[in-house]
């Protein structure tokens, strides 16, 4: 339990640290580096953010599959009548 709080918390801190060096590139000097630096630390907090929404999401539990109805199995385990 207290392993999922640290993990959120990381995921959390890294985002914002992510965000924050995307903010603080907009500062550089050359162009191509800037939109670079922005773009790269953009999509890198979306994708720490997609992993700190999708593991809120609950997991289904297993559910088993339905059976086929009239469906003995495989050939190999028909029952053989002589």
């Known amino acids: 339990m207290l392993g999922d709080f ?5 995921l959390i801190v890294l985002a914002g640290f992510t965000g924050w060096m995307g903010y603080r590139s907009r500062k550089g000097g050359h162009g191509w580096i800037r939109w670079l630096a922005m773009v790269l630390s953009g999509i890198v907090t ?21 059976p086929t109805v009239g469906h003995t199995g495989a050939p190999d385990n028909a029952p053989t009548r002589p």
Request: charged share 5%.
């Open 6 to 10: 640290i993990w959120v918390l990381v």
């Open 46 to 66: 979306l994708l720490l953010l997609t992993i700190l929404v999708l593991g809120f999401l609950p997991i289904p539990p297993d559910v088993a599959p339905n």
